[in-house]
Nanobody, 123 residues
Framework: QVQLVESGGGLVQAGGSLRLTCAAS????????VGWFRQAPGKGREFVVALDWSAVYVADSVKGRFTISRDNAKNTVTLQMHSLKTEQTAVYYC??????????????????WGQGTQVTVSS
């Protein structure tokens, strides 16, 4: 079992930046592929970015603006977001899976989820 806790959400103006952190406890985070998803009101959960043990996967909608990184010493994964847009207002979730060669843009691949953190981008 691994427990995930997201932090760093908040209110930011359009064009601004925000950094979200996912902290893991109970297991070593390096054993997992980790993804970030978001869910806006009335919409489904949308893939944002993920990383496994050798690659990073990024949704087209955030390429060049969002990056993901892992800090094994701190047992955390960070999502750095730049040039935020109002339509990216959502609850952002961290997720983890031990599955190798998974389809990491599919939320069904993940069996551990954090509680989510709200990101609000104002105009």
């Amino acid at each position: 079992q691994v427990q995930l806790v997201e932090s760093g959400g908040g209110l930011v103006q359009a064009g601004g930046s925000l950094r979200l952190t996912c902290a893991a406890s109970g297991r070593t985070f390096s054993s997992f592929a980790v993804g970030w998803f978001r869910q806006a009101p009335g919409k489904g959960r949308e893939f944002v970015v993920a990383l496994d043990w050798s690659a990073v996967y990024v949704a087209d909608s955030v390429k060049g603006r969002f990056t993901i990184s892992r800090d094994n010493a701190k047992n955390t994964v960070t999502l750095q977001m730049h040039s935020l847009k109002t339509e990216q207002t959502a609850v952002y979730y961290c997720a983890a899976t031990e599955r190798k060669c998974g389809i990491y843009y599919d939320n069904r691949e993940y069996n551990y989820w954090g509680q989510g953190t709200q990101v609000t981008v104002s105009s």
